[in-house]
């Protein structure tokens, strides 16, 4: 891992990032467009499954958002600290996430309002949708850092 | 006949247990790759930052998006374990 690059050592465990965290800045798109797009979705499933439908995918969007925050939160802590802490929070943070969805759906499992079909699906199209999303706005501004395409 | 139903009952339970059993299986291996994957994905991208700190921004950009696209495989593994095992 040690490296020399312009005269210095390079060390991943004592390199800390300071400054603004992209992540932060990314999460907080993905939120802002996930609750414009969350009516949509939360209508769509109600059509499809009823008003439980409905709360499932409000359910399953809060799940989402939640996720790629405390993802977020997680890396922009830990890259100030060290950026081998922020290699171990990533990958405990991964197992501690998925614990913690899993976690939120038994314990809603048997409520009367749940249609997991749903959840399933919300869960599924929210998250790749809104990275899809962000991700063409990320290669944009990386591709054209100049441009700066407009935000929604 | 209470002998018959009771057989009935033994092999219903039998199949929910192998069913619920095989979706939590299914569940752990369907993570395990998005857990290697995220794996080589952070421990490159703290390489190529620790080698060029400038760059971090941009490194840090895509790391995080690749760690979503990752675990969105393990999420699709987890919707599958809700829908078969619970």
Same mark, same amino acid.
């Given at each position: 891992m040690n490296d020399l690059?312009?005269?210095?050592?390079?060390?991943?465990?004592?390199?800390?990032?300071h400054g603004p965290a992209p992540e932060v800045k990314v999460t907080k798109d993905m939120v802002r467009r996930g609750l414009i797009v969350a009516p949509l979705l939360i209508v769509v499933c109600g059509f499809?499954?009823?008003?439980?439908?409905?709360?499932?995918?409000?359910?399953?969007?809060?799940?989402?958002?939640?996720?790629?925050?405390?993802a977020a939160a997680l890396v922009a802590t830990t890259a100030r600290i060290s950026l081998g802490?922020?290699?171990?929070?990533?990958?405990?943070?991964?197992?501690?996430?998925?614990?913690?969805?899993l976690l939120a759906?038994?314990?809603?499992?048997?409520?009367g309002w749940i249609s997991l079909?749903?959840?399933?699906?919300?869960?599924?199209?929210?998250h790749l949708g809104l990275l899809v999303w962000e991700m063409?706005?990320?290669?944009?501004?990386?591709?054209?850092?100049g441009l700066k395409p407009a935000r929604p | 006949m209470e002998a018959f139903a009771h057989l009935v009952a033994t092999a219903a339970d039998?199949?929910?247990?192998?069913?619920?059993?095989?979706?939590?299986?299914?569940?752990?291996?369907?993570?395990?790759?998005?857990?290697?994957?995220?794996?080589?994905?952070?421990?490159k991208s703290v390489e190529a930052m620790a080698r060029q700190p400038e760059a971090a921004g941009m490194v840090r950009t895509?790391? %995080?998006?690749?760690?979503?696209?990752?675990?969105?495989?393990?999420?699709?593994? %987890?919707?599958? %374990?809700?829908?078969?095992?619970?």
């Open positions: 690059h312009n005269g210095q050592q390079a060390d991943a465990f004592t390199t800390a990032l499809i499954w009823g008003m439980h439908g409905a709360y499932s995918s409000a359910y399953g969007i809060a799940l989402v958002l939640i996720n790629f925050a405390l802490l922020m290699m171990g929070a990533v990958l405990f943070g991964y197992l501690i996430r998925l614990g913690l969805i759906v038994l314990l809603v499992k048997n409520s079909p749903a959840l399933g699906a919300t869960i599924i199209v929210s063409k706005y990320v290669a944009l501004s990386l591709a054209y850092p | 039998d199949k929910a247990t192998a069913a619920a059993s095989s979706a939590g299986f299914a569940y752990g291996l369907a993570a395990i790759g998005p857990g290697i994957g995220i794996g080589y994905l952070v421990g895509t790391m %995080f998006l690749g760690i979503a696209f990752t675990e969105a495989l393990a999420l699709i593994g %987890f919707v599958v %374990f809700i829908l078969i095992g619970l």
